[in-house]
């Protein structure tokens, strides 16, 4: 079911994009890329490692291994519009109800057996002990081999050295399973491959700061989050670059993404991953333009190729997700600030201890400096009990509040 | 003979007591109990666990006695969010966030070691003196002790040699860990050394009792009172908490302690990569070593780390043909007691 789905999204959407090729195509290419590794993973024909969300993906794909996060199968389960049957498989299964969406439909789907079985997994302890427990269950429903990375919550030198080794030894366990080594040129190639695509992100994350921003608020929507995945390959140059040249454009013509952009928006953590009338609502109706989400942002330096597990180590717990809150809440007031945003919207993702957990927190952190957040009670991958009526209230009652500030 | 000194709160059952109690200070385990008023939901979230959220609900309602600061482990990401908002409520108070592995490889026993060290170096700046090498062995023996006194008082009480309820067994194990530890052992000896025959019989059905805490003494006055016969725990705040400490001189006492601590038995945060799993395997080893007829599991709602191992667990149990009884609780008697019914009917199906 899903091959078939990935296939025909490829090549539905290499036609549109060979049928245009001088529109604009930046998402076209991302949502290609996505579907190709969609394919890649059910296709049945590659080595498939399951991993945990801060996994060394470039490293992994430099030996050969096509690997991606699980929570990748929920996002795109609920994008499809068919996650509903396997959360109820999952909570049949004696899943509670109440643990993250993206774990529970993976649980579901891998117990339905329509989850590619990997020939190993990489789980991280970052961002979520829910993550670490459902890489455990998938490694002992699929009988494989599991790698642990415990990824350090602070940026000292003895954490990264702490993770730098486990990478290290990662790399061991990765070659165990594939039979080869790593090839020492091949990872160079993929450090730089991921630097310059590093570059290029950042600059697309700088033009998308113009007011009025050249992005519509979809453009960028899972970007931050999903580009890890494809860190390493020419792949990931090319659509920054896409999106580079797209924004670039727009900001010079002065052709923003959203015209009539009013209110400029950030979206904490995840977004709703399944078909939802908020998001047309916001765009067309209040012309606020979701402008930054929370993981659109470099957090961590360039690889150095010479010194590269060290540099993967500090990319890990550089994200936002790490460590103490004030960092989080740093780093959600820099973007503010930067985007000069009026609002924030926080999903609360239902059964995220982590993010929704910090909801209070995050709350007065952008408080500090005068930004207002609505928190939405939601599960971003689960639309069986979607309020929308209750929702789009909220959401109005908000931008109310916004245009009564300005 | 009292050694009462300033408290140093903690919240999980992997804080290295030894070296607060070195550095000197007494670890007062902040238990989910208590009348305080909801509050901690609107700061965190209403779906974070219990555990945590009483924990905050007795700081904000000014239920703790006096404390010179907390130790909080990363144990799971409600623990970090507990972290985070005790230091948003007590801002002034010393406060320290050590880094737990999920794993006890070599790597992680040598990373564990530096944040006990860091804790050290902590202790010392808010005590204002360095701890010695010797302070940290005798507050290894000291727990040891502890650990080696609950450990026999507890195999006592299960195996019926003593006349102590399993109720009895839960104060002590609460006082261990709020109070003098020199005070807690004084006493224990005192328990240990009365010649208590069994003489109350309980006809209860023999049961083993699981998850990861279950502070409050009259949870097990309930279960005894629907016919259960408690033979054995996994608890975090029961027989899972001691651990005595191997202290390897030619090792380091840090190293030694933080090898102890990853390597004791798991709770559900823990993983064994090479046995995905283990804990519903030695929790199936436990019950089947105590001669229990059946089990019963008592899960904090909002929990991760269980929640999601439950269905793995179940299965465990499936398998090995003992039947069990899952409770969700939120740390309440009140909780516990909604469930009487089921509790009855489980141990009234056991009985047949
Ligand atoms: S939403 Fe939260 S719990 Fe779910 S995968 Fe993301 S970080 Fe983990
Ligand atoms: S392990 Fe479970 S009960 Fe303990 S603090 Fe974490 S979520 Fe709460």
Redo the contacts with the bound molecule.
Sequence with gaps: MMLQYFKDLESGIATKIKENPDSPNARKKYALEVARLGARLYSGENSVAWCGITAPFDLLSAMGVTSCFVEFVGAMLASTGTIGTFLDHAEHSGYASDICGYHRSVLGSAKQGLMPVPDFLIATSCPC?GGLAVMENLAGMFKKDLFVLHIPQDESGKSIKYLADQIRQMTGFVSAHTGSKIDEEAFRSAIENTNSARELMKEVFELATHVPSPTNGHDLSNFGIVMALLLGTEAAIEISKAYRDEFAARNREMKPGMPGEKHRLMWIQNRIQFRNPLDALLREQYKANIVVDELNSITWEPVDPDDPYTGLARRAISIPFNGNIRRRVNHLQKLALYYRIDGAINPCHRGC?QGAGARGLINEGLKEIGIPVLNLEVDVVDPRDFAEGQLSTRIEAFIEMLEARA | MSDMKGYIGF??AYTPLPIIYAAGYTPYRVLPMGDSPDQAGHILHDN??P??KRILDRAMGNDLPDLAGIVFMN?????RR?ADAWHHIRPDEYSIFLDLPATADELSISFFTGEISKLAVALSKWRGRNISATEIEYGILLYNQIADFMNELTEKIYKGKANIHRAVLQELFNRSVTGSPITFIEDARKILSENRPNKTVNEGVPVFLFG??LPDPEAFMLFESCGAKIILDDL?TGSRFFYPVAADGKKGLVKSLAESLLLRPP???TIDSTMPGKIGKILISKARESGARGAIAHV?K?????LSRLPSIREEFRKAGIPLLVLEGDCTLRSIGQQQTRIEAFIEMLRQ
């Design positions: 002990t201890r | 919240a999980c974070l666990c555990h945590i144990s799971c990401d409600a623990m507990l990861h805490l975090c709770c559900a945060r904090v909002f929990c991760d780390p269980y």
